[in-house]
């Protein structure tokens, strides 16, 4: 269960503690330095019309949920500078 406080933020019933909010993200390696680094995925906004669009043309089932998300077409690696394109995952480079 959750309680509601102030500015919107909830804690748990049960902890007290406030909850965190979870947003979807990328996870690349760095092919300079090995590191496993993390994106945002951007969320866009969009009408309820245009998301249907988006599901028909994506193939979602009805039950199928969740965001659309928009990835990086780019990426920097924050520790060694570098930034490189990106590719979708099962995607092959062409
Ligand atoms: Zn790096």
């Given at each position: 269960?959750?309680?509601?406080?102030?500015?919107?933020?909830?804690?748990?019933?049960?902890?007290m503690?406030?909850?965190?909010?979870?947003?979807?993200?990328?996870?690349?390696?760095?092919?300079?330095?090995?590191?496993?680094?993390?994106?945002?995925?951007?969320?866009?906004?969009?009408?309820?019309?245009?998301?249907?669009?988006?599901?028909?043309?994506?193939?979602?089932?009805?039950?199928?949920?969740?965001?659309?998300i928009?990835?990086?077409?780019?990426?920097k690696?924050?520790?060694c500078?570098?930034?490189?394109?990106?590719?979708?995952?099962?995607?092959?480079?062409?």
């Amino acid at each position: 269960m959750t309680v509601t406080i102030g500015c919107g933020r909830s804690l748990n019933e049960t902890t007290m503690k406030e909850k965190v909010e979870l947003r979807p993200a990328y996870v690349w390696d760095c092919p300079d330095c090995g590191r496993e680094i993390f994106h945002r995925g951007l969320v866009p906004e969009m009408t309820p019309e245009k998301e249907e669009e988006l599901r028909d043309d994506f193939g979602v089932q009805p039950y199928e949920e969740g965001n659309f998300i928009m990835m990086p077409t780019r990426v920097k690696c924050p520790h060694c500078n570098e930034s490189f394109p990106t590719l979708h995952f099962g995607d092959e480079d062409v």
